[in-house]
T-cell receptor
Framework: DAKTTQPPSMDCAEGRAANLPCNHS???????VYWYRQIHSQGPQYIIH???NNETNEMASLIITEDRKSSTLILPHATLRDTAVYYC??????????????FGIGTKLQVIP | DTAVSQTPKYLVTQMGNDKSIKCEQN?????MYWYKQDSKKFLKIMFS???????INETVPNRFSPKSPDKAHLNLHINSLELGDSAVYFC????????????FGPGTRLTVT
């Protein structure tokens, strides 16, 4: 799986958009970008994933650059409950249920009142 | 309804004891996992089971033995507990072929004294 690079920490004002960057310059053509988050003392939570098109769901939006070497997770209106560690993971998607998910250090997002 | 549940939530025991952690998922998933998160917050996969068959065993000591009585359950038995086993253990599950989208349990905090 391709390696990812994320800033160790970020702050965001409550109600504003939180933009979390991730670099994955060695991503392969069949690798997807996945995002998880882990709120303090809870299990990780799957957020969203994408291959090359931008994706949106009820939790967040995922913007992937055209060259696929970086991506941004956007929380449109951050709340205090969004304070968590956010993990960007690159791995082969689709069939391949035997493959593991490797979590890095992630970005600690602090939402400030 | 809890999707992935673990029992117990907290486990305090002495060195040398044997203990088990239970995990159940009601999502109808075929694949289940065990992860260990140490004090530095690194989340590492330990095991993966697919339809009761062991798929991934990530260099885990033989003292750790997962058991899957059916595809909805994956229990973790630990023999001869050591201080270094103290950590939070997370169970997760996913649909077959969708290992990137895993659903995690709340975790079991194991403290070995």
């Amino acid at each position: 799986d391709a390696k990812t690079t994320q800033p160790p920490s970020m702050d965001c004002a409550e109600g504003r958009a939180a933009n979390l960057p991730c670099n994955h310059s060695t991503i392969s053509g069949n690798e997807y970008v996945y995002w998880y988050r882990q709120i303090h003392s809870q299990g990780p939570q799957y957020i969203i994933h994408g291959l090359k098109n931008n994706e949106t769901n009820e939790m967040a939006s995922l913007i992937i650059t055209e060259d696929r070497k970086s991506s941004t997770l956007i929380l449109p209106h951050a709340t205090l409950r969004d304070t968590a560690v956010y993990y960007c993971i690159v791995r082969v998607g689709g069939s391949g249920g035997y493959q593991k998910v490797t979590f890095g250090i992630g970005t600690k997002l602090q939402v400030i009142p | 309804d809890t999707a992935v549940s673990q029992t117990p939530k907290y486990l305090v025991t002495q060195m040398g004891n044997d203990k088990s952690i239970k995990c159940e998922q009601n999502l109808g998933h075929d694949t289940m996992y065990w992860y260990k998160q140490d004090s530095k917050k690194f989340l590492k996969i330990m095991f993966s089971y697919n339809n009761k068959e062991l798929i991934i065993n990530e260099t885990v000591p033989n003292r750790f033995s997962p058991k899957s009585p059916d595809k909805a359950h994956l229990n973790l038995h630990i023999n001869s507990l050591e201080l270094g086993d103290s950590a939070v253990y997370f169970c997760a599950s996913s649909r077959l072929g969708l290992a990137g989208e895993q659903y995690f349990g709340p975790g079991t905090r194991l403290t070995v004294t």
